[in-house]
């Protein structure tokens, strides 16, 4: 992977602990333009710096937004013997609204994105293409964190704090730009999409023992002070997982946390291929490269301060 790829993934940087990381969520909307027909790839490239840095936005508009953090997760084990329905108003009508909104309803909300999504270009809107593009991605790489699935979401119940960001954040930060590779095939229509939503959330599921287990077994083998590290970042002191301890972790999973990223990548590009193809295809040519309106300004402005200076609406994993 080109550094200079990188380095604009990267601009804004800083140590997020949840949903991937912003670190995660910038380079899985940046890698996905890549994966599009020509077609596409001739609209979103000129855009690609609007579709990485809005990829986060969803996570900052946890701060201002109280209905935003249940869209972010699904707790499937809080459904324990019960089969949940692939569809909302079944889901609803076996467990209720109130139900689903306190376990997380992240399959759906994706189903919810990928209509505005496709609204968008059917409607040649060129900013709410790329607003919902980027949010939509945003909401896909969710869906495919373990621990995004996982009432033990942090490792609050297994005393292992923190690692939620441990997985999804510190790991890609050290290994996604020198030693993984991100290439994946190129973006497929999706039939289903909520079927392939579900498939992957229950992927996350599956691997979300492994992610705990794994690093239960790994602390085992280390004292705290070859476990955590003191790094400074952005002129500020913090305590965070050693390399040693990030490397062996990243070993022991086998490639997984690599691999979730990669498959996040080819399902972003996919659904943002299936919205234009469910809108007709419409020709792409003559849209031009977005210039950010008085509002949208407004509303990106309104969504940094309250990130910067709040605290989150519901379920943090920090
Ligand atoms: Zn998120």
């Known amino acids: 992977m080109k550094k200079w790829c990188m380095s604009l993934v990267l601009t804004g940087c800083f140590l997020n602990g949840w949903c991937w990381g912003f670190y ?10 890549f994966l599009l027909p020509p077609e596409l790839i001739a609209f979103y490239k000129p855009n690609i710096e609007f579709i990485t840095a809005h990829a986060v936005d969803p996570d900052k508009r946890r701060y201002a937004v109280a209905e935003e953090g249940p869209r972010h997760y699904i707790d499937i084990d809080r459904y324990a013997g019960s089969v949940v329905p692939r569809s909302w108003s079944k889901a609803v009508q076996k467990f209720s609204k109130d139900t689903l909104q306190a ?4 399959p759906w909300w994706i189903q919810v994105m990928l209509q505005r999504l496709t609204r968008a270009f059917r409607e040649r809107d060129v900013g709410a293409i ?6 939509t ?22 005393n292992q ?30 039939k289903n999409p909520l079927d392939f939503t579900w498939n992957r959330i229950y992927e996350s599921a599956i691997a979300s023992d492994s992610v705990l287990r794994v690093e239960k077994i790994l602390s085992e083998r280390f004292t705290p002070d070859r476990k955590y590290a003191f790094e400074e970042r952005n002129g500020v002191i913090i305590k965070q997982y050693s390399t040693a ?9 086998n490639g997984m946390i ?17 919205a234009w193809v469910n ?15 008085p509002d949208e300004k407004l509303e990106f402005e309104t969504l940094e301060m309250k990130w910067k200076d709040g605290r989150v609406k519901g379920r943090a994993c920090d």
Not at 162 to 176: D, K, L, N, Q, Y
Not at 260 to 271: G, Q
């Open 24 to 33: 995660g969520h910038r380079l899985i909307n940046y890698q996905a333009v």
């Open 103 to 106: 376990h997380g309803i992240v």
């Open 130 to 135: 790329l607003k919902m593009s980027a949010e």
């Open 137 to 158: 991605g945003h909401y896909i790489g969710d869906a495919h964190v373990p621990l995004h699935t996982s009432s033990n979401h942090n490792g609050q119940f297994t």
């Open 161 to 190: 704090h923190g690692i939620h960001g441990f997985w999804e954040s510190r790991i890609p930060e050290i290994f996604a730009e020198t030693e993984w590779d991100l290439l994946s095939s190129k973006a497929v229509y999706l």
């Open 245 to 253: 301890y990030s490397s062996g972790y990243n070993e022991m999973l």
């Open 258 to 274: 690599e691999r979730r990223m990669r498959e996040s990548i080819f399902a972003v590009a996919s659904f943002w291929y299936t």
């Open 279 to 293: 809108a007709g295809q419409p020709d792409l040519k003559n849209f031009v490269k977005k210039e950010i309106s």
